[in-house]
């Protein structure tokens, strides 16, 4: 034990002496402040409606005085064209009544825009009254796609700041010097592990912090992250393990980022029933564990499920990571 934390400050003093791993550790923080600032404006820029044509030519041609106004032939297309990933209302004639449509994840001030038009071109005069009404609930796609590749950029940086350690150790030949010490190969990833999973730790509930204040509930958010303890544990080993110097653990950081951030997001515009293509990615069932977390998301399964799984899978990614890398992080893989 005293050689593993003896490690761990070792770790926290290259941090703070390499310009690129403290970079890597405060970037998630500083990209949070900057949506946090900006978010909000970004989402709320335009209005777009989408109108059925048994609204009536009136109510139309008011509409485009204040709105992109799209017009379909039914209901039933207005009602898609609402379902799609971005804030357009729509307007539908039911029962002689008009009805304003939204998903629920548009952005606040999208629908009380929708909202306030609608009462322009329906006023008393007209004799047409309105009502609003939901047919989803969720958050603006966009601001999850944010947060979400935040909040996984946070846990990779601590796994790679952790691997970048190791390529240093590799690179001064330190590494050789603990092959022969009673720390061991496994003493040594343990220690290589708690350090990363403590920066991970840190930095995602500050990126939290900033990016939904006391929205979220913390104790879940401390449990996804310890259980994503086995998934810093293989990054931290496919960087360290594959990359000799800092030049080539970029280009290993190249191939890793697309896998482990953009596949779960890319899952979010795939259908349901394709949805089990990405199941054996413990990436996939982390990022529906954090989404579950910040938006409320059961598209998948519960939180517990989703932990569950991505324990399960990451472990097994870990065991052919260790076997793949080991022999490289020490020399004969030393025990």
């Given at each position: 034990?005293?050689a593993?934390?003896?490690?761990?400050?070792?770790?926290?003093?290259?941090?703070?002496?390499?310009?690129?791993?403290?970079?890597?550790i405060?970037?998630?923080?500083?990209?949070?402040?900057?949506?946090?600032?900006?978010?909000?404006?970004?989402?709320?820029?335009?209005?777009?409606?989408?109108?059925?044509?048994?609204?009536?030519?009136?109510?139309?041609?008011?509409?485009?005085?204040?709105?992109?106004?799209?017009?379909?032939?039914?209901?039933?297309?207005?009602?898609?064209?609402?379902?799609?990933?971005?804030?357009?209302?729509?307007?539908?004639?039911?029962?002689?009544?008009?009805?304003?449509?939204?998903e629920?994840?548009?952005?606040?001030a999208?629908?009380?825009?929708?909202?306030?038009?609608?009462?322009?071109?329906?006023?008393?005069?007209?004799?047409?009254?309105?009502?609003?009404?939901?047919?989803?609930?969720?958050?603006?796609?966009?601001?999850?796609?944010?947060?979400?590749?935040?909040?996984?950029?946070?846990?990779?940086?601590?796994?790679?700041?952790?691997?970048?350690?190791?390529?240093?150790?590799?690179?001064?030949?330190?590494?050789?010097?603990?092959?022969?010490?009673?720390?061991?190969?496994?003493?040594?990833?343990?220690?290589?592990?708690?350090?990363?999973?403590?920066?991970?730790?840190?930095?995602?509930?500050?990126?939290?912090?900033?990016?939904?204040?006391?929205?979220?509930?913390?104790?879940?958010l401390?449990?996804?992250?310890?259980?994503?303890?086995?998934?810093?544990?293989?990054?931290?080993?496919?960087?360290?393990?594959?990359?000799?110097?800092?030049?080539?653990?970029?280009?290993?950081?190249?191939?890793?980022?697309?896998?482990?951030?953009?596949?779960?997001?890319?899952?979010?515009?795939?259908?349901?029933?394709?949805?089990l293509?990405?199941?054996?990615?413990?990436?996939?069932?982390?990022?529906?564990?954090?989404?579950?977390?910040?938006?409320?998301?059961?598209?998948?399964?519960?939180?517990?499920?989703?932990?569950?799984?991505?324990?399960?899978?990451?472990?097994?990614?870990?065991?052919?990571?260790?076997?793949?890398?080991?022999?490289?992080?020490?020399?004969?893989?030393g025990?």
């Open positions: 034990m005293k593993i934390l003896n490690l761990l400050r070792q770790d926290l003093a290259t941090a703070l002496r390499d310009n690129i791993v403290l970079y890597m405060v970037s998630p923080l500083l990209l949070a402040l900057l949506v946090r600032l900006f978010l909000p404006s970004v989402e709320a820029t335009g209005l777009t409606m989408a109108l059925s044509r048994q609204v009536g030519d009136d109510v139309t041609a008011a509409l485009e005085n204040y709105a992109v106004v799209e017009i379909f032939d039914t209901n039933e297309e207005v009602v898609v064209r609402v379902e799609q990933n971005d804030a357009v209302p729509g307007v539908i004639l039911e029962d002689e009544e008009v009805v304003l449509l939204f629920s994840n548009e952005p606040e999208i629908i009380e825009a929708g909202k306030a038009v609608l009462t322009a071109v329906t006023s008393p005069e007209r004799l047409i009254e309105y009502e609003a009404r939901s047919i989803a609930e969720g958050s603006s796609l966009f601001e999850e796609i944010l947060i979400l590749s935040l909040i996984m950029l946070a846990l990779l940086l601590g796994g790679v700041a952790s691997g970048f350690n190791i390529i240093d150790e590799k690179d001064t030949r330190a590494v050789s010097a603990l092959a022969v010490t009673p720390l061991g190969l496994h003493r040594y990833i343990i220690a290589r592990t708690l350090g990363a999973f403590v920066v991970a730790s840190l930095v995602t509930t500050g990126t939290a912090l900033i990016l939904s204040g006391s929205a979220i509930n913390y104790l879940l401390a449990t996804a992250i310890a259980a994503s303890i086995l998934i810093i544990a293989a990054l931290t080993l496919t960087v360290g393990g594959f990359a000799n110097n800092q030049v080539s653990a970029i280009a290993v950081i190249k191939v890793l980022m697309p896998i482990y951030l953009a596949l779960p997001i890319v899952s979010l515009f795939v259908p349901e029933r394709w949805q293509i990405f199941y054996p990615l413990p990436n996939y069932w982390q990022f529906q564990m954090l989404r579950s977390i910040f938006f409320g998301s059961q598209l998948t399964g519960s939180f517990w499920m989703a932990l569950l799984l991505t324990l399960l899978l990451s472990g097994a990614l870990l065991l052919i990571m260790f076997k793949i890398t080991r022999s490289r992080l020490m020399p004969a893989g025990e």
